[in-house]
């Protein structure tokens, strides 16, 4: 398979992926991003470096079918092409705290689905309370009946992003689980806790690519995601 060509244009590459600090928020109020001092030049060291200690699950991150399966796909399993996305579409969710969405959330906004769309990102404006405890306590959820749901309707969804810490809410765990292995069982990524407030109104997303790091076995990775907007 060949690499897509990048678009050109008069639109502008933007960020979808937080950047990773000290304040990261962790599902369940976990541990989140530890940077220790390795070398400082301020200290005499030739150089600056510091250490990272993080989940593989924090930040703006993928999860990959290997986090709900033993013997599913991990992040290295994929060829670079498969990281990059040129059919996204974003749907704007009207979803309350601790809600859980499902197929009646987003059924109306997809009244004329588009057979290409290989990357559905789905924005429920949670993100504006990620400095905030609510961020993790009171997330919206999504159901597991999205996944077959959006899968007949959208052939060639190979993953979905979100802007909550995760596709599972504190008050739907058991839900949350479903709606994983729904998704990663079907081999549609999940791609969380993304920036996708960046993404102007009334924008049209021409391409979208997310690197993840490449851990071996790694069932999910923190991923640096871009897109390009007009």
Do not use: Q
Not at 80 to 100: S, T, V, Y
Not at 137 to 163: K, M, N, V
């Amino acid at each position: 398979m060949n690499l897509p060509d990048l678009p050109a244009g008069t639109g502008r590459w933007i960020w979808l992926s937080h950047v990773l600090a000290a304040n990261t928020p962790a599902y369940g109020g976990g541990a989140g991003l530890s940077i220790g001092v390795e070398k400082s030049m301020a200290h005499g060291d030739s150089c600056n470096a510091v250490h990272l200690a993080l989940s593989n699950h924090l930040g703006s991150h993928v999860d990959a079918p290997r986090h709900f399966f033993i013997d599913g796909r991990d992040v290295t399993d994929y060829p670079p092409e498969r990281w990059m996305f040129r059919h996204p579409l974003l749907l704007d969710l009207r979803a309350d705290a601790g809600e859980l969405v499902s197929v009646a959330h987003v059924k109306p906004l997809c009244a004329e689905p588009a057979a290409n769309t290989d990357l559905l990102l789905l924005r429920t404006g949670m993100e504006r309370f990620r400095t905030e405890e609510a961020y993790w306590r009171e997330s919206p959820g999504f159901s597991a009946d999205l996944a077959p749901w959006l899968l007949d309707r959208f052939p060639l969804l190979a993953a979905i992003g979100l802007d909550t810490l995760s596709i599972s809410s504190l008050r739907h765990r058991d839900e949350g689980r479903l709606a994983h292995r729904a998704f990663l069982g079907r081999d549609v990524r999940i791609f969380e806790d993304l920036a996708l407030g960046a993404i102007s109104p009334g924008a049209s997303l021409e391409s979208v690519i997310a690197l993840p790091l490449r851990i071996a076995d790694g069932d999910g990775a923190p991923c640096s995601v871009i897109a390009y907007a007009k």
